[in-house]
């Protein structure tokens, strides 16, 4: 065997030895490969970035037209909201009415946030609200306060939630008038825009006297400033985007 017939059998154990080392590596370190960013499966299926881990550019300030310059920051591939920063709610540039969304967060302990869709700027920032909480310290007692639950309408059930400063994932369905809300794998609320279950719960909420609360609409999808400190990362859309 020539001296360049041994080199190449060594180069290829060598390759080999690394190939199957990498079919061992722990989930974890290629999940970390994949923070957002997209998949090829979910390139696939129609799936655009929120957040990308340094850019802001799919935001901006609710009523502004430029991104908040203070209260909130890109913090390691997180977009974070300050502990008593001001900055405002931040909305997506797009609106949307059908459309699966999923996130990555965490919450400081005593930590209040949220995640609201159908926004429309010109009645506020009233939205339908996929609750942020550190359940263990900030919890008002009522269901429909507690995380992933529909804010003040309807209570999320069976949740499993990571404490204080863990990331939990959260997903967000809206197809047709059919709502599901999903914390880490599980889905623990659904409901239906505009049933007579949905009306008369928004009716007994604070919601009561909103125009159209609690039907099918179209809008913005908005983090919120409740003065406390929360992260988001891997914030990405399947969506038919509203007119």
């Known amino acids: 065997m020539t001296a360049i017939s041994r080199f190449r059998l060594k180069q290829a154990a060598w390759l080999a030895a690394i190939v199957s080392l990498g079919s ?62 001001g900055g405002g709610d931040i909305i997506t540039k797009r609106q949307f009415a059908d459309f699966e969304l999923k996130f990555e967060w965490r919450a400081a302990k005593g930590a209040n946030s949220g995640v609201k869709y159908f926004i429309k ?29 529909f804010y003040d309408v309807f209570p999320s059930k069976g949740i499993d939630l990571k404490p204080a400063g863990q990331v939990n994932s959260s997903r967000i369905l809206v197809q047709g008038d059919h709502v599901e809300h999903w914390l880490n794998g599980e889905k623990v609320l659904a409901y239906t825009l505009g049933s007579p279950k949905t009306l008369q719960a928004v009716k007994d909420s604070k919601f009561d006297d909103v125009a159209g609360f609690g039907t099918k609409d179209k809008g913005h999808i908005l983090l919120q400033d409740h003065g406390d400190a929360v992260w988001f990362r891997n914030i990405k859309i399947r969506a038919q985007e509203a007119p």
């Open 24 to 85: 061992i590596l722990p989930a974890s370190t290629n999940a970390a490969n994949s923070i957002n960013e997209l998949t090829p499966s979910e390139k696939k299926e129609g799936w655009s970035l929120l957040f990308d881990g340094q850019s802001t550019d799919a935001w901006r300030g609710f009523g502004k037209e430029d991104f908040p310059q203070q209260g909130w920051v890109v913090e390691d591939g997180w977009l974070k909201h300050l502990n008593d920063a």
């Open 121 to 149: 700027e010109d009645r506020g920032k009233i939205g339908h609200e996929y609750q942020l909480l550190d359940d263990a310290s900030s919890h008002s007692g009522r269901p429909e306060g507690q995380t992933a639950a």
